[in-house]
């Protein structure tokens, strides 16, 4: 069973950066594509990047050119970096992978969730 687990979140003012890992354990991510999604308080779970096992990527329209996901098999670590930040990206973010295909912006299409790390950003 894979394990996803993003071990720090944090706060930043607006027009911080902020980098995100998620390491796998319990399978090797070689064979994973994995999302990166964000829960903010009253609003639907969304899909924000995405990097396939291939390394292609794609991302969520709200964080095009600002966002960048990348992975390290070797460590087994997929990470986001968050660059320009607004305040409008404070949600908890969460990694995602066991994806049963479909589209990638819909977590639905995700199996196996990490617990989540909440990032916060403020004026």
């Known amino acids: 069973q894979m394990r996803l687990v993003e071990p720090r979140g944090g706060s930043v003012q607006v027009r911080g950066s902020l980098t995100l890992s998620c390491t796998i354990s319990?399978?090797?991510?070689?064979?994973?594509?994995i999302a990166w999604c964000r829960k903010a308080p009253g609003k639907e779970r969304e899909g924000v990047a995405f990097?396939?096992?291939?390394?292609?990527?794609a991302y969520g329209d709200s964080v095009q050119g600002r966002f960048a996901v990348s992975r390290d098999n070797a460590k087994n670590t997929i990470s986001l970096q968050m660059n320009s930040l607004k305040s409008e990206d404070s949600a908890m973010y969460f990694c995602?992978?066991?994806?049963?295909?479909?589209?990638?912006?819909?977590?639905?299409?995700?199996?196996?969730w990490g617990q989540g790390t909440q990032v916060t950003v403020s004026s």
């Open positions: 995602a992978g066991g994806w049963r295909r479909g589209r990638w912006s819909r977590p639905d299409n995700f199996n196996n």
């Open positions: 319990g399978d090797t991510i070689n064979n994973h594509s």
């Open positions: 990097i396939s096992v291939n390394y292609n990527r």
